[in-house]
């Protein structure tokens, strides 16, 4: 279903917005690991649902991307908190437009979530669930809302590629100014845990530990062997 009656972007422009992230959906780094879930995102507003949840991990992009949906959508993007202290006026105020709901899976108010997920529906508007985990698996109080959430449509962040790690380790040191000789970026490729936390982590514990020294491939060993969190380098 072609969703194209929507409000001009500027009549959106509420006041729950979050800080700018500096990435719309055309700019982020696209690999195998979120390929499906951006385009999906993109073909807004020619979505078939008027719901869906996007989950990832931690660090994975989930805020990121549902901001960069919202600059297509012209949206508006609300925490956990925000929803569960809205008004009813204001959830439905909300509904008729794109509203994404950034870690949806944290919200304290059940029926707030419910509302806001059954007046999307019936207003025409386009929702967008952010988690760590599939709804299904959220706990929830109210039946009607544990109903809604399992049936809703999944698109996933999933663990990074070999090209999404190369990727955001030089995200990652570029943002702390340490370089990242290309033989460390391949040894530790094959070597660091495959999630975007365990990266963040690594240049973190390298930034602290690096004291001015070159990032060589013992470095970077030593630091992996501090963490613990090599992975097989053969796995099934």
């Known amino acids: 279903m072609t969703r194209t009656d929507h409000p001009s972007r500027k009549s959106r422009q509420l006041k729950f917005e979050f800080p700018e992230t500096g990435h719309t959906l055309d700019t982020l780094a696209i690999t195998d690991a979120n ?8 073909r807004w507003p020619d979505w078939r649902t008027a719901a869906f949840c996007l989950v990832g991990d931690k660090r994975s992009g989930l805020t990121t991307a549902a901001q960069g949906w919202c600059d297509l959508s012209g949206g508006v993007l609300l925490g956990a908190k925000a929803l569960s202290k809205l008004s009813h006026k204001k959830i439905d105020a909300l509904a008729k437009a794109p509203v994404a709901i950034d870690r949806a899976d944290k919200v ?20 967008l669930l952010t988690g760590r985990k ?14 809604r959430l399992s049936a809703m449509t999944l698109i996933e962040l999933h663990p990074p590629d070999d090209e999404m790690m190369g990727i955001r380790l030089r995200a990652a040191m570029k943002r702390r100014y340490l370089k990242l000789p290309e033989e460390v970026e391949a040894f530790l490729i094959i070597r660091l845990e495959r999630s975007y936390a365990a990266i963040e982590k690594f240049v973190e514990n390298l930034h602290e530990l690096s004291d001015g020294r070159e990032v060589t491939v013992p470095l970077a060993r030593e630091i992996l062997d501090e963490m613990d969190g090599t992975r097989p380098l053969f796995e099934d």
């Open 35 to 42: 390929r499906t879930a951006i385009a999906l995102l993109q």
């Open 134 to 147: 599939p709804p299904v698996r959220w706990r929830t109080r109210l039946p009607d809302l544990q109903s």
């Open 108 to 127: 304290a108010n059940d029926d707030n979530l419910l509302s806001l997920i059954n007046l999307s529906a019936s207003n025409g508007g386009s929702l």
